[in-house]
């Protein structure tokens, strides 16, 4: 059977995700832009935001089926589910990004920055715990895991084979990252209390981890999918923001170089495994 990957475009995956969710979001950011419209935009960007996210998926979805036809589009889908993963992975993609916000919070507070204790609500008789473990799977389905479908499911592939997995990497990171810049424009949506240009080196950064993750598991997609849950579980567990519009979160630089750190560790690994590959092929 051929390789359903040989044929997929990801410079087409990138403009249809951006068209897809940016022309949803498109009023929230005339909105923040300072363009006068008739609508409530911060009622309409916490209803657009989410639909907005799915635009990876939906994106990766339709250019499968245009090219191989819907049966292989929901052999696609399927295949994120494919649990046969060496527990090693399907484990580093839940304690790695626990450990890395651990470190990023506490280092933090170590060097005398202003961190909150928790995201999560305070007012709640759970404990963040508690709160995490259902806000996890809340972000597996509709909080950034569903996303994973396009930038690794997708576009990986087709982009690693032609340049190599750390470029390949790099350059989904980067794309990945300057997705997100409605958010810090749209009104209401808390994103703009945290520098954009540290997201975007942490998105460019840790790319490079989720590709480890994705090639090392045997192309699965599921380890991506619960990383990025994770990841954006562990945020407000232990979290380096307070997202408190005028607060300086300053913090937010030390979680970006620590994603640089894991990044480049992860790239060095990658890069003696395959030395050491192509030494004993030869």
Do not use: C
């Amino acid at each position: 059977m051929a390789d359903p990957t040989t044929h997929r475009n990801p410079l087409h995956f990138f403009l249809l995700t951006f068209l897809i969710s940016w022309g949803i979001w498109l009023p929230s950011i005339l909105v923040g832009l300072g363009v006068d419209l008739p609508i409530n935009a911060e009622v309409y960007t916490s209803i657009t935001v989410i639909i907005g996210a799915f635009a990876p998926m939906i994106s990766a979805v339709v250019l499968v089926a245009g090219r191989h036809g819907w049966k292989e589009a929901w052999r696609f889908i399927k295949e994120a589910f494919n649990l046969k993963v060496k527990p090693v992975y399907m484990a580093s993609a839940i304690v790695i990004p626990l450990v890395l916000h651990a470190i990023v919070h506490y280092s933090a507070r170590l060097i005398g920055l202003d961190v909150a204790d928790t995201l999560f609500p305070k007012e709640m008789s759970l404990t963040p715990i508690m709160i995490a473990i259902p806000y996890f799977f809340l972000m597996l389905l509709i909080g950034g895991g569903q996303e994973e479908f396009g930038w690794r499911g997708y576009a990986l592939d087709p982009l690693q084979n032609r340049m190599g997995v750390i470029p390949a990497s790099l350059l989904i990171g980067l794309v990945w990252g300057m997705w997100h810049w409605p958010l810090w424009v749209m009104p209401g949506d808390g994103h703009s209390t945290y520098p954009f240009l540290a997201f975007v080196v942490m998105t460019t950064s840790i790319s490079v981890v989720y590709s480890w993750l994705y090639n090392a598991s045997g192309k699965k997609l599921i380890t991506p999918i619960l990383f990025h849950a994770m990841s954006n579980t562990a945020a407000p567990l232990l979290p380096f923001l307070h997202l408190i519009p005028e607060k300086p979160e300053t913090a937010y630089w030390v979680y970006a170089a620590g994603n640089i750190l894991i990044a480049v560790m992860v790239g060095w690994m990658m890069q003696k495994q395959s030395r050491n590959n192509l030494s004993s092929e030869t």
